[in-house]
């Protein structure tokens, strides 16, 4: 099938070819092509043409179907077995042939990939074709002549004849109609249950060596055919046949209108901008509560009910957005489990984060959503699934959700959908084969998480949501460290800033201990007020309280009043009343003291606790004297016994009931006190874990940034690639043979093994290993030969470099 591929590739123009790169970035991916039967190889990759099925339309795929269960097929009789005209018919088939997945013969005969042909086990619920039967080993010449005998055609010649004239007679609708009007009684409804209902059924296999029964006529005839005792199939050609000329295989060219109404742009407009600021203010307060409040998990994985609660209630969000914001926070590796704390933390990645501007900020929420493979606000059952718990659909969800917003971008401007079952047979259209409950389950909270980060608003797709749903770049996994290519889409740049231009940065404080943000604040002005202040309204405008509960609140957190009333005169100008619950909630700061201390000890003669007290070995302990017979430690109960016995002291340890316990320390008890560990692990959805590097192997800035700015090389540009391809192959057809010749005078420190596969490194773009005389070495493959250096994939470098022949001292083999 590749040669038949290759040589379709050879004919096309340098537009075509360039399309077909654009829509398969699979073949065009690192170490990009260089050669047309590379680039075959790629596009005839099997899991590369299942994965690119999954992003065609309901029409590819119907006359993919189609096309499989003919013999043969052009463009013409696909059109007539559609029944179609054939302007629609060829009009899809160019969108198969741009990807690829299909190609037209010099004959006109359309060839389907081989990894098409393995999607459909039985392409319209019909069977194999008749040769797959009449060439099987368990038909023999003798049972082949007895067959051609009771179809009424001549036995003589060999095997091949024979064939040709069954599948001809067995392939004529108007020749079985004849042959069946002889046959016993109910023949006509078994085979009709076979052809509509088939093609593999299960049969009494004892009825098919009766003589007189329907089954045995059919199998003496081959309309049926038994693999094995109690099952029976009808070939492909014969159930076409008895479905009558008035069947035609489903085809439906153009999508399910979508009902819409009428929206007003600049409400949806205003509510993005309202909604957007939300997004990125409320993550960051999640967050925040996570850094005070390490997020525990259940023993199942996953965070509880109770726990997604606790945050919303602490952090003023309801509990569909804490639980959506959860999980792209988990995604965007924001949070990631730390074993030291117990539970989800903020990561590294989460300072770098909140230092960012609001926009790009807002960029990696929104990537993390798009390339999500859960969907929070899914309900089986009746009941939420476990947030950041085990999604067995996958990737399945993020195509929902990408292929909802796709169908929404392509509603015209200040239309919103109507209703959601239209919506839905439309993704379907777009998305065939994502399965269909899925689709049900999953397209309405879709629909709802979008409504929450500002990309759909009143049932229409707002700007952002636009921009997101337009990309061209490739979204990446749920497991991708950094997506930087979405991230950085200039599309989305420009309305991701848009949408936080309306963000207030100033406050209006009022003598009734209030401050009032017209608009939506930005993040740094409401975590200042959700610091000082108790918030009591949010909306179009969001009102804060300050009381002295409030204000003592954000004293105990280690604020000053004076650093404290400079940032909110900041951000507002400050009433005197404001002014005067601060100083006086910091004057009466503080007039109660409350100290940790780590153990007590206790002494009848107060000579010795004064001589423990002032002992020079014993001073890192902290130790203060409370009372004559009184001593506190700031240590720890164990830290101290153990540095007073090696002072020379003879202390014993006393419960809280005053009872001496003294007792054995077992060797896993000791094991237990070892320190834990202080690296973090990135907990991933499903379960699956990865290990962060500590802070402190960090120090380095740089360190700290590179990943989240870290850029992959692009693939070329398909237009200047096409085009170097084509001009490859014309240069190719000219040089053969030289390759052999060039290495052997050229390469002369190889041995001559090692000049062969070399070779095949540039004739067949194998993969190996080479040294050079400076003793570098390198893996390369896809290799070129440009005068006396060999142009080739470097994998270490991530790109083409050039080696000349006469350095490389050896060539080995790389698997």
């Not at 023999?140 to 009771?150: Q, V």
């Not at 070995?617 to 016995?645: C, I, M, Q, Y």
Request: aromatic share 4%; hydrophobic share 45%.
């Amino acid at each position: 099938m590749e040669d038949h591929l290759l040589g379709w590739l050879r004919t096309l123009d340098e537009d075509r070819l360039a399309r077909i790169l654009a829509n398969r970035p699979d073949a065009i991916a690192a170490p990009w092509p260089r050669r047309l039967d590379t680039l075959a190889q790629r596009l005839g990759n099997g899991f590369a043409v299942m994965e690119t099925l999954q992003r065609l339309p309901l029409p590819c795929l119907q006359l993919a179907e189609a096309a499989l269960a003919m013999r043969a097929p052009t463009a013409a009789q696909l059109a007539a077995f559609v029944d179609a005209p054939a302007d629609e018919v060829n009009r899809w088939l160019a969108h198969l042939y741009d990807h690829a997945l299909a190609w037209p013969g010099d004959d006109g005969v359309i060839h389907l990939a081989e990894g098409v042909a393995r999607w459909w086990a039985a392409p319209l619920g019909l069977g194999e074709p008749l040769d797959h039967y009449l060439n099987s080993w368990t038909i023999s010449n003798d049972a082949l002549r007895a067959l051609a005998r009771n179809l009424g055609l001549p036995a003589q010649g060999h095997k091949r004849r024979t064939i040709a004239r069954v599948a001809e007679t067995l392939g004529d609708a108007a020749r079985i109609k004849a042959l069946t009007s002889g046959a016993p009684a109910g023949t006509a409804e078994l085979l009709n249950r076979f052809a509509w209902e088939g093609p593999a059924l299960p049969v009494d296999g004892g009825r098919f060596v009766t003589p007189g029964t329907p089954e045995k006529w059919c199998a003496d005839h081959g309309l049926l055919f038994r693999p094995s005792w109690h099952m029976a199939e009808i070939p492909r050609e014969v159930a076409i046949c008895l479905r009558g000329p008035g069947y035609h295989p489903p085809f439906l060219s153009a999508a399910p209108e979508v009902a819409t109404i009428p929206v007003d742009p600049e409400e949806v407009d205003h509510l993005m901008t309202l909604a957007a600021p939300h997004v990125v203010e409320r993550c960051a307060a999640l967050l925040d509560n996570t850094s005070k409040t390490p997020l525990p998990l259940l023993k199942t994985g996953g965070v509880g009910v109770r726990e997604v609660r606790r945050v919303a209630k602490e952090t003023g969000c309801d509990e569909d957005e804490t639980r959506l914001l959860l999980e792209i926070c988990a995604v965007a590796r924001l949070l990631a489990w730390d074993e030291a704390a117990g539970g989800l933390v903020p990561t590294e990645r989460f300072d770098r984060w909140r230092l960012d501007e609001g926009s790009a900020r807002l960029r990696v929420l929104l990537s993390a959503w798009w390339r999500m493979e859960r969907s929070s606000l899914r309900k089986i059952d009746g009941k939420y699934g476990t947030v950041l718990g085990d999604e067995p659909a996958g990737d399945a969800v993020a195509r929902v959700r990408r292929s909802v917003l796709s169908v929404l971008a392509g509603l015209p401007a200040g239309a919103a959908f109507g209703d959601r079952d239209s919506l839905i047979a439309s993704v379907h259209w777009h998305a065939p084969l994502i399965d269909r409950r899925l689709l049900l389950d999953c397209a309405p909270p879709v629909v709802d998480e979008a409504r929450l980060l500002g990309l759909v608003a009143n049932d229409a797709l707002t700007d952002l949501g636009r921009a997101l749903a337009g990309l061209t770049a490739r979204p990446g996994d749920e497991n991708d460290e950094v997506v930087p290519v979405v991230e950085h889409d200039p599309v989305l740049v420009e309305v991701s800033t848009r949408a936080l231009a309306s963000v207030r940065r100033s406050a209006l404080f009022g003598p009734d201990l209030t401050a009032v943000v017209t608009g939506p604040p930005s993040a740094e002005l409401a975590a200042l007020l959700d610091r000082v202040a108790e918030r009591e309204s949010r909306g179009a405008a969001s009102v804060w309280r300050f009381t002295a509960e409030s204000v003592r609140r954000a004293l105990d957190r280690g604020y000053d009043p004076g650093e404290l009333l400079d940032e909110l005169a900041a951000v507002g100008a400050i009433p005197q009343p404001l002014e005067y619950l601060v100083r006086d909630t910091a004057r009466r700061h503080g007039e109660v003291t409350v100290t940790t201390v780590g153990c007590v000890i206790q002494a009848g003669d107060p000579s010795l606790l004064a001589e423990i007290a002032a002992h020079r070995r014993l001073g890192r302990l902290g130790l203060r004297l409370l009372a004559p017979t009184v001593l506190v430690s700031a240590a720890g109960a164990e830290r101290t016994l153990s540095a007073l016995r090696e002072a020379g002291y003879s202390p014993v340890p006393v419960s809280d009931t005053g009872e001496i316990t003294i007792h054995r320390v077992r060797a896993a008890a000791l094991a237990e006190r070892q320190e834990p560990d202080n690296g973090k692990l990135i907990l991933l959805p499903g379960g699956q874990v990865a290990e962060l590097p500590e802070l402190r192997e960090l120090r380095d800035l740089d360190a700290l940034e590179a990943p989240a700015h870290l850029l992959t090389e692009p693939p070329p540009d398909p237009q200047e690639h096409a085009r170097r391809l084509i001009a490859a192959s014309r240069a190719e057809a000219g040089k053969s043979g030289r390759t052999w010749a060039i290495i052997g005078r050229m390469a002369t420190r190889l041995p001559t093994a090692q000049q062969s596969l070399l070779g095949f490194v540039v004739d067949r773009g194998v993969r190996a290993g080479i040294t050079l005389t400076d003793g570098l070495t390198a893996t390369i493959s896809h290799g070129e030969l440009k005068g006396g250096a060999l142009d080739a994939w470097c994998e270490e470098a991530g790109d083409y470099l050039e080696f000349p022949l006469a350095e490389i001292v050896e060539v080995r083999g790389a698997f």
